[in-house]
């Protein structure tokens, strides 16, 4: 059935992939209608969570965030669609890189990158970065999809550019494998994602929350003496994106535990509330908020 429902939908998307930009944004206003008005997809999980961090918001701030949030989403998700035809030409042109001399300077130090992200902006055409000569291999650290051929799609399509995909759970032994080979490489890790059960060691806050956090980018980093870098991204506008690679440690074995996911936190916090729209609210970043905290958690 999964094969079925696939195969229904790719000739769609691929049709929708191959759209000129003009037309291709009034198909994504179109989703959003149907999404945001008819659907309702999430409408309550994003609702709740815009009040609980904006509490000093009234519900017409909300709702205007909200409606803009879903916007973006739709946006965002059509723009991973589009990735199946864009160019490269194109695809440089629309998510920028505005300071690629750090990446002159870390091949200099021969280490590999820790690349952190977050669910905001465009996470989507981050791999635009393997067209600037990037000298390392690059890898993208994912959870697999349960629909084997959706999996596939999302992998062929963020794999265009000579990128690969690994799954969270075999990352560790993949970097080893990498390391012991000497080659360098870049993995983007997006990591603001929720822990799936309260019982994480490691508590703090995040807009104004204490939550659980992983901190497996920080691990993994410091294990394999990685530079860390937050990807800063900004919407410049409908389509456009430019990106900043943010140090945060050159050498993470000296910086105090945690305090690299901390420094993290603090990046992708200010972006927040600076553009809350173009955070992905339907993600349930805060649903272990009011559950009692381990009593052997680091709590900070």
Known sequence: MQAVVFWLAY???WLISILPFPLFYLVSDVVYFIVYHIIGYRKKTVTNNLKLVFPEKSDEEISKIRKKFYSHMCDMFLEMIKSISISEEELKKRF???NLEELRRIEKLDKSIMLMC????SFEWLFALQ???LKHSAFGIYKKIRNPGFDKLINDIR??????????SKASVRIAQNEKQGVRGAYAMIAD???????YK?????MGKKVPFYTGSERIATEFDMVVLYLHVEKVKRGHYKASLINI???????KNNQITLDYIQHLEKQIREKPELYLWTHKRWKHVGKEIPTNAVVR
């Open 11 to 13: 000739p769609l998307l």
């Open 131 to 133: 067209l600037h000569d």
């Open 193 to 199: 994602q929720s822990p799936k059960t309260p019982s």
């Open 96 to 98: 920028v890189y505005t």
């Open 118 to 121: 977050g669910h905001y902006a």
């Open 202 to 206: 490691f508590w703090t806050d995040f």
């Open 249 to 255: 440690a050159d050498n993470p074995a000296e910086t």
């Open 159 to 168: 794999q265009r550019f000579g990128a690969e995909l690994v799954q969270n």
